[in-house]
């Protein structure tokens, strides 16, 4: 049996048991006589062509199975214990265009699963197992307000189907991480971050953009065998930095990179299905002006506050207060704000140059499931809404860490027009920003038993990222 | 107005008049009273998430508006001529987000289209045109089986809408590039060239195949400007580069490259939405094989042969036949076959060696639109089916010419099997070459008034190819 994956030399060898450590976590939580059963993802056309998107797996179907390849279901009998996956049935002309034809048994090495089937087969292996009842998966995704794709397949209805019961559970086994998988994140959080100091040290004034994105795309695949990135990589200078999503169509990381810009790059790796999510801020042209080094530095101040106090048994709306008073304190003392820190955030002050969340759970999915589950603390009202999840923490979360301080033309101008708001920005300075952009520091912390351990190794204090924009090999 | 459309220093400025002129063609060949309706593509999400797709415009959209964003439609009046864009009315909220929120004014200057209105408007500028009838775009893809997806919007049932008199003229008017279009595939493929170049250079024994992959992609991102290829990169060493579709999730370039391998790497670039879909065989430690000689040469012999002949007036199904009848005439003289080269053709060896069709037509799509229109020569039955076109060359086509010779398992086995095959094959000869792969040489192409106009710019010839990977700068 293959024991591992890996993209080859140099690359993680993700072990197999992986996946079998995920279905025997299952499996423990449910009852013998339920199947649990999912349908991976199927490969999608662009439009009416036969073109189609780079195949990326669905994540639950990964976590539970660790298949790679579309057009499959996977079942899990909790009764036995065994994880039965069933493959499309090729036919024998697949072979000249599409590749050798694998064995069933050649699948269950490949995967390290019980056993293998074709799809055809689903309806009556599921007869024989006998089950009481079909778990299938049905539940909100809190970021995106999408809900998981119920699997379906012909003969279900011959069957008794629950699609309630398995969503909680199986979300909530995916935020705690298991030892296996916090060596997957810690490696692509690894390759991550050198790819951001590749790009560190390849960006100048005068380069566009995504000519900073390619470069960052390169080093996770080539270097880091990362076939896909979490998410759009969002790669702005100057102002763009301001536009917390920037890189999409409509905006696709095309501006020229200015002399006295600030970069703020948010880019993560992917590897085994697994996301990375870091940002790094910095001077284009390698130095820090004063008015750069004041903002970098009250985000970083945040930054630091929240890894210093996160641990379990703390809440993450408590953390995201703590990076808000901290960073609003740092731009006090810088001149920006006046007034009691307290009262700013009373009255909304946090939100206008931070309308962002703190962070995130991270995992198979960049915006990782189990931020508002049903037995955990609900959203909050008010200001702390956008927050992704308000959960406590716990050993074995990852979570992203990212704090940021924005210039936000149509935020600013909000405040100043709202006397509760504009009497704490001190305004001829703050208006010297307009067009400064921003600066996010992102970081992926695992919660661990004593505190959190950061996965993120990128220069991170001013005199670093000088020193290695200057003399990139010293960095360690 | 924004006159042109580029991806900043260095790459290739596209006049916005090139989609302005498309519409003029367009509107030429309908009626007044007809109004055009497309419906630009939508974001798709990764399952139940909210990461996206990197989004990419659909073609026949794009053709027509040169509109690179998600959410819009796009009207063209032939009684007046005018393009009318409709574009999502975003929220404030979006400027936070997703940055500046453009007026309908500065959509105007940016695609230099005649009108901007809102998506929400839709109904009512129709109304306001008049239209004796809407047309609407339905019809086959004949390499993918599926149909163009028809533009539909609230209140469409208020218009005689018509779906079938627009796809024929506008799939024809794609078929025909004109001089600014050409302009944008000569780009593309001397991009996508040079991006083979540099992985030639770069390609050794002890990579793995996706490492080649990621220099093509950086190459032609970071110095070409193209965000996307033009399809799944094929980057096949050893006996993979005999699956003529590898690459895709079951099979993803995942091969460590073995010395003596021959490379089969098959990838375009993308470029304002055009394609350029190249192909380079070479021999991984840069130094051919008596063997590896022998048939790159023979599949070299059949591209120069249809380079000589294809012309204004030529059929594509006697092309696709010069190429077979070269490549079996050489290979018979380096002793892999034996006995008539018609014989052979008659019996379908040629259909063993190289099971694919010549090429294609080349644009917006990979495989473009226009292979076999009703006013075309419909698809041939028995073993020219597969080909995917069988028109009469005409100046402005843009196509492939891509023999191959490949050596694949299944194929040999079922022609050693089959007498009436068997007899042409010297076998002690061709069972040396099983797991050799295969080669493919694939270059765009310019159908001219005199001939053709080759837009593919890499080392070709065994003494080029050894040259350049020894001496990577001397390469012209």
């Not at 189907?161 to 490696?187: D, G, Q, S």
């Not at 008010?382 to 716990?394: E, I, K, S």
């Given at each position: 049996m293959a024991a591992t994956w890996s993209m080859g030399?140099?690359?993680?060898?993700?072990?197999?048991?992986?996946?079998?450590t995920n279905r025997r976590r299952l499996a423990e939580k449910l009852k013998p006589g339920q199947v649990v059963v999912l349908q991976g993802g199927e490969d999608i056309n662009h439009y009416d062509t036969d073109v189609q998107y780079v195949f990326r797996q669905e994540a639950y179907f990964i976590w539970l199975s660790g298949v790679r390849e579309p057009g499959c279901y996977f079942a899990l009998d909790v009764g036995t214990g065994k994880g039965h996956l069933f493959v499309p049935r090729l036919p024998e002309e697949y072979e000249v265009w599409m590749g050798k034809l694998l064995s069933c048994n050649q699948f269950k090495n490949i995967y390290g699963v019980d056993e293998v089937h074709y799809?055809?087969?689903?309806?009556n292996v599921l007869k024989s197992l006998n089950p009481d009842v079909l778990l299938t998966l049905s539940g909100p995704n809190t970021d995106s307000g999408l809900t998981a794709k119920e699997a379906v397949f012909e003969g279900i209805d011959e069957f008794k189907v629950n699609n309630e019961i398995l969503f909680p559970i199986i979300a909530e086994l995916r935020v705690i991480k298991t030892p296996a998988e916090i060596e997957v994140m810690r490696y692509v959080c690894k390759i991550s971050s050198d790819a951001h100091k590749q790009v560190m040290l390849h960006t100048k004034p005068g380069l566009m953009e995504y000519q900073c994105e390619s470069v960052f795309l390169d080093h996770c695949y080539r270097v880091g065998g990362c076939r896909h990135v979490s998410y759009t990589c969002i790669c702005g200078s100057g102002d763009n930095a301001a536009t917390l999503h920037y890189g999409h169509a409509a905006a696709p990381n095309t501006k020229l990179i200015q002399n006295?810009?600030?970069?703020?790059?948010?880019?993560?790796?992917?590897?085994?299905?697994?996301?990375?999510?870091?940002?790094c801020s910095f001077p284009a042209n390698g130095k820090f002006t004063e008015d750069q080094k004041l903002i970098y530095e009250a985000v970083l101040f945040a930054r630091d506050a929240v890894i210093k106090e996160a641990k379990p048994g703390v809440m993450w709306t408590d953390m995201h207060l703590t990076a808000n008073r901290a960073m609003l304190e740092h731009l006090k003392k810088g001149g920006l704000l006046k007034g009691d820190v307290e009262e700013m955030i009373k009255n909304g002050v946090n939100g206008i140059l931070q309308p962002h969340g703190l962070g995130h759970l991270l995992g198979l999915d960049v915006h990782d499931v189990g931020g508002y589950l049903p037995h955990c603390p609900p959203r909050p009202e008010g200001?702390?809404?956008?927050?992704?999840t308000a959960r406590r923490l716990q050993p074995g979360m990852l979570l992203t860490v990212e704090p940021g301080c924005y210039f936000i033309p149509r935020l600013l101008d909000g405040a100043k027009n709202n006397p509760s708001q504009a009497q704490f920005f001190n305004w001829d300075v703050v208006d010297k920003y307009r067009g400064f952009g921003g600066v996010r520091i992102e970081d992926d912390v695992l919660?661990?038993?004593?505190?959190?351990?950061?996965?993120?190794?990128v220069p991170r204090t001013v005199a670093e990222i000088e020193d290695f924009m200057a003399n990139g090999a010293n960095f360690k």
């Amino acid at each position: 049996m293959a024991a591992t994956w890996s993209m080859g030399p140099g690359t993680l060898e993700v072990p197999l048991s992986l996946f079998a450590t995920n279905r025997r976590r299952l499996a423990e939580k449910l009852k013998p006589g339920q199947v649990v059963v999912l349908q991976g993802g199927e490969d999608i056309n662009h439009y009416d062509t036969d073109v189609q998107y780079v195949f990326r797996q669905e994540a639950y179907f990964i976590w539970l199975s660790g298949v790679r390849e579309p057009g499959c279901y996977f079942a899990l009998d909790v009764g036995t214990g065994k994880g039965h996956l069933f493959v499309p049935r090729l036919p024998e002309e697949y072979e000249v265009w599409m590749g050798k034809l694998l064995s069933c048994n050649q699948f269950k090495n490949i995967y390290g699963v019980d056993e293998v089937h074709y799809v055809d087969e689903l309806r009556n292996v599921l007869k024989s197992l006998n089950p009481d009842v079909l778990l299938t998966l049905s539940g909100p995704n809190t970021d995106s307000g999408l809900t998981a794709k119920e699997a379906v397949f012909e003969g279900i209805d011959e069957f008794k189907v629950n699609n309630e019961i398995l969503f909680p559970i199986i979300a909530e086994l995916r935020v705690i991480k298991t030892p296996a998988e916090i060596e997957v994140m810690r490696y692509v959080c690894k390759i991550s971050s050198d790819a951001h100091k590749q790009v560190m040290l390849h960006t100048k004034p005068g380069l566009m953009e995504y000519q900073c994105e390619s470069v960052f795309l390169d080093h996770c695949y080539r270097v880091g065998g990362c076939r896909h990135v979490s998410y759009t990589c969002i790669c702005g200078s100057g102002d763009n930095a301001a536009t917390l999503h920037y890189g999409h169509a409509a905006a696709p990381n095309t501006k020229l990179i200015q002399n006295g810009d600030m970069c703020l790059f948010d880019m993560g790796g992917n590897y085994a299905g697994y996301a990375a999510d870091i940002t790094c801020s910095f001077p284009a042209n390698g130095k820090f002006t004063e008015d750069q080094k004041l903002i970098y530095e009250a985000v970083l101040f945040a930054r630091d506050a929240v890894i210093k106090e996160a641990k379990p048994g703390v809440m993450w709306t408590d953390m995201h207060l703590t990076a808000n008073r901290a960073m609003l304190e740092h731009l006090k003392k810088g001149g920006l704000l006046k007034g009691d820190v307290e009262e700013m955030i009373k009255n909304g002050v946090n939100g206008i140059l931070q309308p962002h969340g703190l962070g995130h759970l991270l995992g198979l999915d960049v915006h990782d499931v189990g931020g508002y589950l049903p037995h955990c603390p609900p959203r909050p009202e008010g200001p702390l809404a956008r927050l992704r999840t308000a959960r406590r923490l716990q050993p074995g979360m990852l979570l992203t860490v990212e704090p940021g301080c924005y210039f936000i033309p149509r935020l600013l101008d909000g405040a100043k027009n709202n006397p509760s708001q504009a009497q704490f920005f001190n305004w001829d300075v703050v208006d010297k920003y307009r067009g400064f952009g921003g600066v996010r520091i992102e970081d992926d912390v695992l919660i661990t038993e004593e505190g959190v351990e950061n996965f993120t190794f990128v220069p991170r204090t001013v005199a670093e990222i000088e020193d290695f924009m200057a003399n990139g090999a010293n960095f360690k």
